[in-house]
């Protein structure tokens, strides 16, 4: 099942989610709008590989805005950190932002229980579009998880403080 707007509150409120910053009018009635930081990270390197620390650059948003250009992935993440160990996050785009062609994440919308952390967003876009720091750029709801669970502690992601670049060479050593 997924959390209403006013549970979500109410386990805020028990200790059970926490999402840093929060702000009461950012409440959806079965989610939170989540806000862009205010910097973006795209790799330099012509060809990505799996079983490397792929080179990259970081890219500051300015206020006036910054347009990001088709057939581009930059890597973003959230400004608020969140985590809980007794739900599943998910996240998904905002429609109002999808309307415009934005992209926020490829495939890694699904959290595991027990992530806590930045959330690294995957944002591509199919126009030029122009964005802004600290945008409303996604939301994060919950599932309730059944049965016995080992919460999530990999050492990859967890507790992160910036953009996570690909961290998948790590399964290779």
């Given amino acids: 099942m997924i959390l209403s707007g006013l549970k979500i509150r109410e386990e805020i409120e028990k200790g059970n989610i926490l999402i840093d910053p929060f702000d009461i009018n950012r409440l959806n009635p079965n989610s939170y709008n989540l806000r862009l930081a205010g910097e973006l990270l ?4 012509p060809v990505l ?3 490397k620390a792929n080179s ?3 890219i500051p948003i300015p206020e006036e805005g910054l347009v990001l ?4 992935l930059y890597l973003g993440r959230t400004e608020e950190f969140t985590r809980t160990d007794h739900f599943v996050p998910m996240l998904e785009g905002r429609s109002s932002i999808g309307r415009l062609g934005l992209c926020i994440h490829i495939t890694a919308g699904f959290g595991d229980v ?8 995957e944002i591509h876009a ?4 122009r964005i802004y720091p600290k945008i409303e750029i ?3 709801y919950y599932h309730t998880i059944e049965g016995n669970y080992t919460a999530y502690r990999s050492g990859k992601y967890q507790n992160n403080q910036g953009i996570q670049p690909s961290m998948s060479w790590k399964d290779f050593t």
Avoid: E, S, V
């Fill in 42 to 45: 795209q790799y330099t390197d």
């Fill in 69 to 72: 250009q088709p057939n581009t």
């Fill in 138 to 140: 996604c939301q994060i």
């Fill in 49 to 51: 590989d799996i079983k």
């Fill in 56 to 58: 990259y650059r970081m």
């Fill in 126 to 129: 199919i126009a030029p579009i």
């Fill in 114 to 121: 027990g992530f806590a952390g930045y959330w690294t967003l």
